[in-house]
């Protein structure tokens, strides 16, 4: 049998050789120039796609993190704290009883789309989200309206710059949950003229206003140059869906990002060591603890939720697991509600003795755990590991801890209807924006699972409740602060809780990017930022 | 033959129904809904309440089924609850991507696969040969998104010849151009493993086909070699390989999930699983439908050429 000889196909390889680096080099000649983003237009990757730019209709941060920058509150947090602080509010007074908040709007404020900033716009804004009869409800569905406004029974235009907000029992958060990205002024007219879909085509007051939104590749803002609180210095802000850390990071390596949100702990290590880049890390009022079944099993009895107290070794897992990306924690008021937390509720020292006397005492040794461990999760930090680790604190002092993994929206269910008869721990974390939240929510009795509130452990402790409630009564902050800080320590004595970290957000930019900083509030605020 | 081809559509319908029954009931079955999904950390039971009112989800199954199946008679799919917008909208604007990296991706591999099978066998047991089976190993047991991430690190992060992920440009103006530097990593990396599958199977096609008394014949007519080996065996080697081809771009479309995340490419594959993740039960009910409906037709139409091919292959 006769084969092509070698030499008629050389030639032919060769050709063909030729013919594909031709193909190829243009393309790759177009972008050869090195994938650096254009100078005053910042490149921001975000975790996820936004659902929608409308406030009302958002519950992820993900888009209150390009919300912030497109509309205003009434009030805001004083930059780099958790204080409320004036924004479309320039003053506001309480009424004694604590049910009548009056506030004095700024004057000479336009939304974007022209129209003018007024208590028409503010009644407007609360009555779409609050009131099903109002002509524009059904631009919704509002999710956490009724969460954090359900107190507020009237909303009335006293005059075009003034508005009176009056709720049905006197509520101390009402400001705090003013400041919160559900709550920031919408452009009426906007609402009026887009309906449904005016999530797609937003107008606020804010430093930036929309330009455009490709789905599934940009969200696309541009400078307002007639910020009433002074125009930004970026010219415009692209903020990319980049569902993937793994993408984020190569995305921000490569050179595709100028900021990026969200670094898995892992990736740390490839920012850290190069000037390229710099690596923020902020800790925020978040919380990640183990909610203990406090009615039934091993933990009914507040010495063996003690021992879990010193068993677990703390500083290993923020340090070695989480490499940093958390805080230790103690306590059930973040840290970063440097007003109402206890400093001086030091976090428990890793003791495995006094948890094994603890546990002998108790006569629980050998006892049998499940514990609920969650396969991913909003704020969960890394769920899976962080429990493998924690069994393992807990069977070096002699705790049998056997772990049932869900996905994440299941565990919800199944957490959120209550630990009994189903589990004796589980994870859990949280994110507020008021001390007032959490607390309420999950360690009053009122708040067991069949009452409709997250006290998945059943704690019950009645100066708890009453603290609770004066903390949301009080007008006076220094007085709400001494409660809560009250109410801190005599949870931490009962332990229905074990309290683990408070979870930092962390952020890389480039070494172009100046004056950025993040925001406890966990705010993306890119109004002072700017770019070489 | 348009008649066979029009009654195989016709047959979709039912299958095409048939799925999006299964697919409604599974959504219904796993634990969580789109109401605790929206409202996360927030999902008191009063709050799921009202929005799963608001969202229509309190209605009885059957009932959201005919009313999603009344909806479909209209053209309209619902609108969806993780996205805020309507589901067609959503659907029309991820698939076109999706069939540009699997179109690609299906070409690269079939060329990259016949050239490999016919210089293989061709060259059997020669070092060329030996050279590819080796490729064609590695190729076939390398996790596709393993090597869309070093292919990346390579091309985007060291040497920054290439965007790491996307579909365009994130800032001005994306032409034709842009869209071929970026489809280019995604679509080698989706190739690369299908083609091997591709190249094994035409080696062996072909040395079955070299083999026969034809062949024996053109060579000793004295036809040259090149020509023996293109215009007569390679022929009646592909029609075999058409229905490989056909198994191998439902690998490619659904490998295309896991290059569509790695690359962030905005195709359908990504759409679903994050749908699902979010328990977007319309999002996914039109996904699925979408997908269903392209292989119905993938499926046909590979039927019809590898009739084509060769008549005599029963229709």
Known sequence: MSFVTLQTRTPRAARWLLAAIALLAPVLAAGAAPARTPPGVLVVGQVAEPKSLDPGAVTALNDFRILVNLYDGLVRYRPGTLRIAPALATSWTVSEDGTLYTFRLREGVRFHDGTPFDAEAVKFTFDRMLDPKHPQHDTGPFPLADFFFGHVRAVTVVDPHTVRFRLDAPY?????????????????????????????????????RFERWDANRRVVVERNDGYWDGAPKLDAVVFRPLTDPTT?????????????????????????????????????????????????????????RRAVDYAIDREALVDQLLQGNAAVASGVVPAAFAWAHDASLAPTFHDPDKARALIREAGQEGAEITFYVAEGGSGMLDPVPMGTAIQADLARVG?????????WNTYLRRVNAGLAGKADMAEMAWMTNDPDTLPYLALRAEAWPKKGGFNSGYYANPEVDRLLDAARRATDRDERGRLYRRMERIVSADAPWAVIASGKQTAVTTDRVRGFSLEPSFSLLLWRTGKQ | ????????????????????????????????????????????????ARLQAELGLDRPLPERYLVWLDNLAHGDLGRSYSLNRPVLDEVTERLGPTLLLAGTALLLCTLMGLAAGVVAAVRQYGWQDRVLTLLVLVGISTPSFWLGLVLTLVFSVQLQWLPASGMHAPYGASGALDVLRHLLLPAVTLAVVAAGVIARLTR?????????????????????????????????????????????????IGGAVYIETVFQWPGIGRMLVEAISARDVLLVQGGVLVMAGVYVLINLAADVVQHALDPRIGT
């Open chain 2, 204 to 252: 062996a096609g072909m040395l079955e086909v070299l083999r026969q008394d034809f062949v024996r014949t053109a060579r000793a007519k004295g036809v040259r070699e090149a020509r023996v080996v293109f215009r007569h065996a390679f022929r009646a080697a592909l029609v075999n390989l058409v229905p490989v081809i056909g198994i191998q771009t439902g690998f490619v």
């Open chain 1, 172 to 208: 101390a958060p009402f400001l705090s949950n003013l400041a919160y990205p559900t709550a920031l002024i919408v452009s009426p007219a906007g609402v009026r003229k887009h309906g449904a879909d005016f999530g797609r085509h937003p107008s606020g007051t804010g430093p930036f």
């Open chain 1, 399 to 407: 705790l049998k801890v056997t772990i049932e993994t869900y996905e």
């Open chain 2, 1 to 48: 033959m348009y008649g066979y081809a029009f009654r195989r559509l016709l047959l979709a319908v039912p299958v095409l129904l048939g799925v999006s029954v299964v697919v409604f009931l599974l959504m219904a079955v796993i634990p969580g809904d789109p109401a605790h999904a929206i409202l996360g950390p927030y999902a008191t039971p009063e709050n799921v």
């Open chain 1, 248 to 304: 984020r990071v190569t995305e921000m390596l490569s050179g595709g990002l100028d900021l990026m949100l969200e670094v898995p702990p892992d990736q740390v290590a490839a920012f850290t060591g190069d000037d390229h880049f710099r690596l923020l890390r902020k800790p925020g009022p978040h919380l990640w603890f183990l909610i203990l079944n406090t009615r039934e099993g091993p933990f009914a009895d507040r010495r063996v």
